[in-house]
């Protein structure tokens, strides 16, 4: 039986077909895993620039918009907090957060990993933990740290609150030993609880403005970000370090005007390296 011209090419195109079809199935897998290690890259630098998660030793891996966390935290604050770091990411819908919480750590240590933890990190990790936790989210309690001992002080509407804060102070990591001056009292002051969610709010924001800045500055092919010092207070970003041109300094201030949260930017001391002087 002779095939009619039209068949002929019908009968030739239909494989050329199946082979393009395979060629571009290959093509975006190799695109969707391009995009997962870029999604779990940029996790885990968040992750390690963060000041209540870089101690800990936290597993990332992403597959098709669901990221799988897994590793230890001391506490369900900063279990939570890795979830909602993984969701901020864009392209990420899904968190199975399988962080084991292993508050074993020893509370007398003041170094990790060779690092001494000062006493501004432990006052302001100890306040975001107490804030971001539903059983002291709403009382107005201060915090103090000095080389290492902390005093806690304010109101707790219960002796088991007032004992959970307690026992939140002591597990953040630099914790020497904490003084637990909390009175119970059934009622708190409106006027002190908007007072220190206030404070407690600035001081998160700053954290994750600078830790945004420089992550972004990591995934910038035009700025070297190793070479950049930030540091935010109040939502004021100050920038520090050497560049090597105009157009990289000039990247940088606007990589860092554009995260959300930045008032204004400082880069009076991003200078240009001494060889392009």
Same mark, same amino acid.
């Given at each position: 039986?002779?095939?009619?011209?039209?068949?002929?090419?019908?009968?030739?195109?239909?494989?050329?077909?199946?082979?393009?079809?395979?060629?571009?199935?290959?093509?975006?897998?190799?695109?969707?895993?391009?995009?997962?290690?870029?999604?779990?890259?940029?996790?885990?630098?968040? &992750?390690?620039?963060?000041? &209540?998660?870089?101690?800990?030793?936290?597993?990332?891996?992403?597959?098709?918009? $669901?990221? $799988?966390?897994?590793?230890?935290?001391?506490?369900?604050?900063?279990?939570?907090?890795?979830?909602?770091?993984?969701?901020?990411?864009?392209?990420?819908?899904?968190?199975?957060?399988?962080?084991?919480?292993?508050?074993?750590?020893?509370?007398?240590?003041?170094?990790?990993?060779?690092?001494?933890?000062?006493?501004?990190?432990?006052?302001?990790?100890?306040?975001?933990?107490?804030?971001? /936790?539903?059983?002291?989210?709403?009382?107005?309690?201060?915090?103090? $740290?000095?080389?290492?001992?902390?005093?806690?002080?304010?109101?707790?509407?219960?002796?088991?609150?007032?004992?959970?804060?307690?026992?939140?102070?002591?597990?953040?990591?630099?914790?020497?030993?904490?003084?637990?001056?909390?009175?119970? =009292?059934?009622?708190?002051?409106?006027?002190?609880?908007?007072?220190?969610?206030?404070?407690?709010?600035?001081?998160? /924001?700053?954290?994750?403005?600078?830790?945004?800045?420089?992550?972004?500055?990591? &995934? /910038? =092919?035009?700025?070297?970000?190793?070479?950049?010092?930030? /540091?935010?207070?109040?939502?004021?970003?100050?920038?520090?370090?050497?560049?090597? $041109?105009?157009?990289?300094?000039?990247?940088?201030?606007?990589?860092?005007?554009?995260?959300?949260?930045?008032?204004?930017?400082?880069?009076? =001391?991003?200078?240009?390296?001494?060889?392009?002087?």
């Amino acid at each position: 039986m002779k095939l009619s011209s039209r068949n002929l090419a019908l009968s030739a195109a239909i494989p050329l077909a199946i082979i393009a079809g395979c060629g571009q199935a290959r093509a975006d897998a190799r695109s969707q895993e391009v995009l997962d290690a870029r999604q779990e890259a940029q996790i885990a630098t968040i &992750y390690a620039l963060n000041p &209540y998660l870089r101690h800990n030793n936290l597993k990332v891996a992403v597959a098709q918009g $669901t990221a $799988t966390l897994s590793g230890n935290v001391e506490d369900d604050v900063n279990r939570d907090l890795a979830k909602e770091i993984a969701l901020g990411v864009s392209g990420v819908t899904r968190v199975e957060n399988q962080i084991v919480i292993q508050s074993n750590q020893d509370p007398q240590a003041s170094a990790y990993t060779g690092e001494a933890i000062d006493d501004s990190t432990i006052t302001a990790s100890i306040k975001s933990k107490l804030y971001w /936790s539903q059983r002291t989210e709403r009382l107005p309690i201060t915090v103090k $740290t000095e080389r290492g001992h902390v005093v806690l002080r304010g109101t707790a509407d219960s002796l088991s609150s007032r004992n959970f804060a307690g026992q939140l102070a002591l597990s953040t990591r630099g914790v020497e030993s904490v003084d637990n001056q909390l009175q119970v =009292n059934g009622k708190t002051s409106a006027a002190a609880i908007d007072d220190t969610q206030e404070s407690v709010r600035t001081e998160l /924001s700053d954290s994750w403005i600078t830790t945004k800045v420089k992550s972004t500055f990591l &995934y /910038s =092919n035009n700025v070297a970000g190793s070479n950049i010092a930030v /540091s935010t207070l109040h939502g004021v970003v100050t920038l520090r370090g050497m560049v090597e $041109t105009g157009a990289e300094r000039a990247l940088a201030i606007e990589l860092a005007q554009n995260v959300r949260g930045v008032k204004s930017v400082k880069a009076a =001391n991003l200078v240009f390296s001494a060889t392009d002087q």
